[in-house]
């Protein structure tokens, strides 16, 4: 058997170990056995090709820092552990952007984006939920008085 041979299709990342194993003439384990042996690092049994995702398609998608994991790999069809496998063959980070990871993508919300998603927030309560959270947080809640939906709670002037 050819170990060049071996060597170069088994960097191949579009051939299963299947493929490689009916390229060279042997059986998949035996292959298996001789790459372990002659140091060659241990591959997935999924290859690009099963999963009909091109690095082309997969990067554009894995890399969109507007979607989770989850919304990429529902774009691209495949579940999570195929992504997962897929950032191994294509060489691409399995953590990444993407507003579920603080990855620095997305800058820190204002103060006033920051109120006006409270006074969103808030104005979906009911009158019983509120009282319980304002029971819940009385010490903190002590120094503000809520003026209603429209604008949330205010700070009281103490002086």
């Given amino acids: 058997m050819d170990q060049m041979k071996l060597r170069e299709l088994w960097m191949d990342p579009g051939l299963s170990r299947e493929d490689i194993a009916y390229r060279i003439g042997i059986p ?46 529902f774009e691209l069809g495949i579940p999570k552990s195929t992504c997962l496998d897929l950032c191994e063959v294509y060489g691409l980070p399995k953590e990444r952007g993407g507003y579920s990871w603080n990855s620095g993508q997305r800058p820190d919300p204002t103060p006033d984006e920051i109120r006006a998603a409270c006074i969103e927030i808030q104005s979906r309560w009911s009158e019983e939920e509120r009282a319980l959270r304002e029971r819940r947080c009385s010490p903190t809640l002590q120094a503000f008085s ?12 103490t002086s």
């Avoid at 809520?146 to 002037?157: E, R």
């Fill in 28 to 73: 998949r384990r035996q292959m298996e056995t001789i790459a372990k042996n002659i140091g060659l690092p241990v591959r997935r049994n999924r290859s690009a090709k099963t999963h009909g995702v091109t690095r082309e398609r997969f990067e554009s998608v894995w890399m969109d820092f507007s979607l989770t994991k989850a919304e990429a790999c």
């Fill in 146 to 157: 809520y003026t209603g939906p429209a604008t949330g709670f205010s700070q009281v002037s």
